[in-house]
């Protein structure tokens, strides 16, 4: 036998305590749990942009919900920037105004529940109805839920998305200097 091997006076070698903590060390290391965040990523990022007057019965042929009101519909324009490492798909989105502003989400193109793969940035047009037909200045909070799959609950249990933001107008497109339905989320004049 080798001085290794020797059993000490006490009983125990120096080879037997460091088998032993061979063995303790990944024990303890996969006993600790992650927090399930940890797993999913970051959230998406979303940016708002340009806000518009809708435009009237002459957008009738571009995607929008059939609930929009035609005399007084608005469209806010959202950038989101899928960057959590997996497919996302929106759940629903709200805003909150100021008090002098009603912005009724009514509906999104691409629809909720539209796929966005990792690495994909989209532009989201956010319908929504409000209380007069004016050229509105306001600001207000987009509130966005999201998730993992669809139609959810999400298992990872993500929380919304909410992002603050300023609109200094709502001109109709061709007001802006677009076409006629045509909702770009930057550029224009108010």
């Known amino acids: 036998m080798s001085e290794l091997e020797q059993p000490p006076a006490d009983g125990i070698s120096r080879r037997t305590v460091t088998k032993a903590m061979a063995w303790a060390v990944p024990v303890i290391a996969i006993a600790a749990p992650a927090p399930a965040f940890a797993a999913s990523g970051n959230p998406p990022t979303i940016t708002v942009g340009n806000a518009y007057k809708w435009p009237g019965a ?36 709200s805003v909150a105004t100021n008090a002098n502003v009603t912005f009724d989400v009514v509906g999104i193109v691409p629809d909720f529940g539209t796929p966005i793969n990792n690495g994909d940035t989209v532009v989201v047009l956010i319908f929504a109805n409000g209380a007069s037909s004016a050229n509105l200045s306001f600001t207000g909070t987009l509130t966005v839920g999201w998730g993992h799959n669809f139609p959810g609950p999400d298992p990872d249990n993500h929380p919304p998305v909410v992002v603050p933001f300023t609109v200094n107008c709502t001109p109709t497109p061709t007001s802006a200097g677009f076409s006629q339905c045509e909702f770009p989320f930057s550029g224009g004049k108010c």
């Open 58 to 93: 002459s957008c009738n042929n571009f995607p929008h919900p059939a609930n929009l009101d035609a005399n007084k519909g608005y469209v806010l324009t959202a950038k989101v920037v899928n960057n959590t490492g997996k497919t996302i798909f929106l759940y629903n989105a």
